[in-house]
């Protein structure tokens, strides 16, 4: 008590800042057009999310997205890619071989509005790299941290590829894979990703998956489409379909 007596308001650090005038009058900096990967959905070196509400096809809308960065081409064929760069997709689930079938079939139902699709591709071979780590052929654990949030050697290999490759967009499907079950707070997972020059997808197996929170842009598939949560354009929908394997543009 006699300490609090003896100590003057003004010398307390706590009161140096007092209510938020600062944040009223600090301006809110959008990203740029050309700061995107894609126009008005990826932002550049930022944490985004992908999520499903029991609809099938995460996995193929992430591809699609993953495809757009790696070759230059337009989201839903309406939204440009305008950093077209090399991308990393590591899926937790899926075979080599069903990630190859897929690939292929979006190239085959692509190729119908796109095209000069294959030239696309050709230009950029190194550009789209896919890791399976279910094939468990790399000699790592998909564990990115473990239960004390500390790194672990997949982290460190992903955080040396990007960098090296400088890479735009890093995949993780489904994130869930990534963490384990014990991890006390998805925030020690946040933390590290953060430190990755890269834009990060979050791709989740489950409905409001606590991975989903302190992201730029959050995105759900629903019945009609994609609704996207954006720290700078707010909320939207988007109307896309699924047909013949692959998702397309329906207004």
Known sequence: MALTINLKIEENPFARKLGIKEWQNQQFFQPKPEEY???E????????????????????????????????????DRYPSLQAGKVLFINARDTDED?????KRLIREWSKTVPDLPAHI?????????????????????????????????YTYLHQFSEYFKCKLIV????????PEKLKTIS??????????????LVSDRVRNEAFHKVEVGMSIV???????????????????MGAGIWFPTN
């Open 37 to 39: 990967l894609i126009d």
């Open 41 to 76: 959905l990826l932002p550049a070196n930022s944490l985004v999310s992908l999520q499903t509400n029991d609809i099938f096809g995460k996995t193929t809308l992430a591809t699609q997205m993953a495809m757009s960065v790696a070759f230059g081409l337009p989201f839903l």
């Open 99 to 103: 990630s190859h079938r897929r690939f």
């Open 122 to 154: 050709d230009n950029n071979l190194d550009n789209f790299t896919h890791i399976s780590l279910f094939d468990e052929c790399f000699g790592v654990s998909p564990h990115l941290i473990d239960v004390s949030g500390s790194m672990t050697k997949t």
């Open 172 to 179: 993780i499907d489904p994130v869930e894979d990534f963490f």
């Open 188 to 201: 020690e997972l946040y933390l590290k990703l953060r430190q990755i020059p890269s834009t990060v997808l």
């Open 223 to 241: 019945e009609n489409g994609l609704r996207i949560h954006s720290d700078y354009l707010g909320c939207r929908d988007i109307g896309m379909a």
